[in-house]
């Protein structure tokens, strides 16, 4: 599979840019001292894609995949550090502005989020 990017095990064109974000969700709080507390309540995984220009059909497929009302969470496979890894994820908004058409539509600037459930 090497670097390649899917998405309930379809493969997505490779992005322009693919990120990496991860995090964790805590509970805070303050003991009647002042002294901060902290829980660790999950550990998270957020992915960012953007492309210069996508193609119409491309941006299509991605949007059939990441952007379902009857299938909010969906398994998302990629490579890092040389070892296969999958997520299940829901979609961040999608954001992306016309670029031509010329018998075909083009998009620019498409940028959207996949964060872990």
Not at 32 to 56: E, P
Not at 69 to 74: D, E, G, L, S, T
Not at 88 to 105: I, L, V
Request: with cysteine; glycine share 6%; proline share 4%.
């Amino acid at each position: 599979m090497a670097s390649a990017l899917l998405i309930d095990g379809e493969v997505i064109k490779k992005p322009t840019d693919f990120g990496i974000e991860r995090y964790n969700l805590t509970k805070s709080g303050r003991v009647a001292s002042g002294r901060m507390t902290m829980d660790i309540i999950a550990q998270k995984i957020k992915f960012t894609f953007s492309y210069d220009v996508l193609s119409g059909p491309d941006l299509d497929q991605i949007l059939r995949l990441i952007y379902n009302p009857a299938r909010p969470f969906f398994e998302v496979t990629h490579e890092e550090n040389g070892r296969i890894e999958k997520h299940m994820c829901y979609s961040g908004a999608p954001k992306y502005t016309k670029f031509r058409t010329d018998g075909q539509w083009y998009w620019k600037n498409v940028t959207f989020d996949l964060i872990e459930q």
